[in-house]
């Protein structure tokens, strides 16, 4: 038996923009963080998938970054996270570690800015030399299925195409005779317990 594909049916855009525009709000903080990091370290590489290791683990991310190798001198060996601390500009990214980190205490009433480390996943950062973050499309498509229905079944199917023929006759109705659609059913049809259906002809004498 062939499985039956899904249907969408109908997107509701609001809630699908305002979800959107949550997702999109994060973006400015990500944005701001990728800008600073590029101005204290020029040339810095970013990776298109890197903004989760810098936002779960901004140091080991910047350590790892930076720092290529540990630095021995003469017996003395400085692990990459002591070379780190001595950098000329370790002031600056320590209070972009800190920065970061906030953002999983903040007490924000912006849902934008709350645990905004657990959403990196559905971002990315462009292979460009402003390292733009955009919200990827699988996230906006993913989005957009949770604020649509769909016709799961060959009976709902059936059931959805016989509404729509007698929404196409309510419409006709309206549009030719002026009736309007909540009258219809009252002046025009009688419905009895058993579940049959009638015209009523004196209605439609109405017409005339």
Known sequence: MTEFAPIKICTDQSTFQEKVAVFEGRIGIYQNVINQIKTIVPGFVFETNDLNPLFNDPKGFLVEK????????GDLELSKDKVFELLDNSDKLQNIISYID????????????????????????????????????????????????????E???????SLIKIKEGY?????????????IPEDFMIVYNSGKI??????LQRLA
Do not use: M, W
């Open 155 to 161: 009976k709902v199917k059936n059931a959805y195409d």
């Open 198 to 203: 009638e015209i009523n002809y004196k209605g």
């Open 66 to 73: 930076i720092v290529q190798e540990p630095l021995k001198i």
């Open 102 to 153: 906030s953002f999983k205490k903040t007490t924000s009433p912006n849902v934008s800015e709350k645990n905004i480390h657990l959403y990196t996943n559905d971002y990315e950062i462009k292979q460009n030399s402003a390292n733009i973050v955009e919200l990827k499309e699988s996230k906006k498509v993913s989005l957009e299925k949770e604020c649509s229905i769909y016709i799961t079944t």
């Open 171 to 183: 419409e006709d109705l309206y549009s030719t005779y002026g009736l309007h659609p909540d009258r």
